[in-house]
């Protein structure tokens, strides 16, 4: 079988030669006759099938070969929505749809959280016809009145186990409700839990069945765990971990440019090479950090969450999440970087009492259980008691409970610019002489060496608590910063 006997229009067909494939695989054989015949499709496949392709150059052949729509605003409307767990997904689908449709007049676009919005709006307000997002993101701009999806004649759920693992079940349904009755909806995923076939059930209308792989053997998986750690025990913890696991690649995640330095700097002197990726780097370090990690000079990168979006690794055995994050899909987006394309993943969180209130957030955020488990010597000190944590001028609290009064609140502010000030006095910050002052942090809480405060009293008052959070549990002091999502 060759892609012109499954009568995809030639420049299609010619895109798709250039790129060197010459035979469709499995499910590009079954799903492209099946998806240009209009019908709803269930593809049981994960990465590494060509699975995009079975979706794209079908869709691709479609749209090519009737009317642009027309969009509220008299824009190109979207006729094609394609629903991913990650923004990395995101990104590499939407490349190929311009790949396999570069000698087409259609018009796509990405659209993900943690980067600003605003190019987006543009992209979407001058007109596209295939969408590739992420739920959350693309929710945003829909609440935003950004979005017209009235106009959506495709719609694809790719890898839905894991959007659904990722606990995007709400914003995938919210989204669903958006869309027109009448559509052609193609779900794929590498696994079949119950939770997926009443997705499947509710959505495909008399689907094609496709499956490429056995049902539910190589599943990918990834092992969360959790460590209550003390504060001052958490780079000789994760130092431990390494050793006593004898970790060869690592990714961990950081709240803090700074602390990225500091747990870089902590596990190179125990003998473990690490460097630390943030936006303070130039790019000639980053690029050295990322060359590194990837030919196993470097066996752990620290990075802060934004940094770590640039980084292309498929594969990574293990994540830790050595800060956890105030933000639960950051966690998420953290853990996606592990346990893909069949393979098996580890996501470690060390988390101090400190952090403990984000922790649950997280699993209510995930519907899911973290299992926690102690280590020996290296738990919560007698009498350690959560305090709150500085993020730049934000004080934030992770902590169970409610937050301590503002008084206490202010007070740990201050003694952590204080703190700041001091050291960028005494010169001792090890970005101010590790790194060049290239890039732009695009986060308020990566754009601060954010030291954690010291405050002493923790009254469990409840006043004046700092801005909202975003997940819904009412836990006060999680504001995202507007770029965040
Ligand atoms: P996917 O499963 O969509 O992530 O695709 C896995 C990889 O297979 C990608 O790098 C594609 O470029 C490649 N690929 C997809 N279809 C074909 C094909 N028919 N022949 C050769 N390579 C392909």
Redesign the pocket.
Same mark, same amino acid.
């Given at each position: 079988m060759t892609?012109e006997t499954l009568k995809l229009a030639p420049a299609i067909v010619k895109a +798709?030669l250039e $790129?060197?494939?010459?035979?469709?695989?499995p499910?590009?054989a079954q799903a492209i006759p099946a998806v240009l015949a209009g019908g709803d499709l269930l593809g049981g =496949? $994960?990465?590494?099938?060509?699975?995009? =392709? =079975?979706f794209a150059l079908p869709i691709l052949h479609r749209l090519a070969m009737s009317r642009s729509a027309t969009n509220r605003s008299g824009g190109t409307g979207i006729r094609a929505l394609v629903l991913t767990p990650t923004r990395e997904l995101a990104a $590499? +689908?939407e490349e190929?749809f311009r790949v396999y449709g570069k000698y087409l007049q259609l018009k796509s676009t990405v659209i993900f959280g943690g980067v600003g919005m605003n190019p987006q709006i543009d992209a979407l307000r001058r007109g596209v016809d295939i969408v590739v997002a992420t739920p959350g993101r693309l929710l945003d701009l829909q609440q935003q009145g950004k979005l017209d999806l009235s106009t959506v004649q495709v719609l694809v759920l790719d890898e839905a186990d894991r959007m659904l693992d990722m606990g995007f079940i709400h914003d995938i349904k919210k989204l669903l409700a958006l869309l027109p009755r009448q559509k052609q909806s193609l779900l794929f995923s590498a696994t079949f839990s119950d939770d997926i076939r009443e997705l499947a059930q509710g959505l495909l209308n008399n689907p094609a069945s496709i499956q490429v792989t056995p049902r539910n053997t190589t599943v990918q998986r990834i092992t969360q765990v959790a460590h209550p750690v003390g504060r001052a025990k958490k780079k000789a913890l994760l130092t431990h971990i390494i050793q006593t696991h004898a970790w060869s690649q690592v990714l961990v995640f950081t709240r803090t440019k700074f602390g990225a330095n500091h747990v870089a700097e902590h596990l190179s002197k125990a003998g473990i090479p690490a460097m630390a990726l943030h936006g303070n780097k130039s790019q000639s370090a980053r690029t050295q950090a990322l060359q590194g990690f990837k030919d196993g000079a470097i066996r752990a990168l620290v990075a802060t969450d934004i940094a770590a979006r640039g980084i292309d690794i498929d594969d990574l055995p293990h994540v830790v999440n050595y800060d956890i994050p105030n933000v639960s899909e950051d966690y998420v987006h953290r853990i996606g970087r592990t346990g893909r394309a069949g393979a098996s993943g580890e996501a470690v969180s060390l988390y101090s009492l400190d952090e403990e209130g984000w922790l649950a957030d997280i699993e209510r955020f995930t519907k899911q259980n973290i299992p926690r488990q102690a280590m020996d010597g290296f738990g919560p000190e007698a009498g350690e008691k959560a305090e709150p944590i500085a993020m730049g001028r934000q004080t934030i609290w992770g902590g169970v409970g409610k937050p301590p009064s503002r008084e206490v609140m202010q007070a740990a502010a201050k003694a952590a610019r204080t703190e700041m000030m001091q050291r960028m006095r005494d010169n001792k910050s090890p970005a101010s002489h590790k790194s060049a002052p290239a890039a732009v942090a695009t986060r308020h809480n990566e754009s601060r060496s954010t030291p954690r405060p010291h405050a002493s009293t923790n009254s469990p008052t409840n006043s004046n608590r700092p801005a909202g959070r975003r997940h819904g549990s009412g836990r006060p002091g999680t504001a995202r910063p507007a770029t965040g999502r």
């Open positions: 892609f +798709v $790129q060197g494939y010459t035979t469709p695989t499910i590009q =496949a $994960q990465t590494g099938t060509g699975k995009t =392709a =079975a $590499q +689908v190929s």
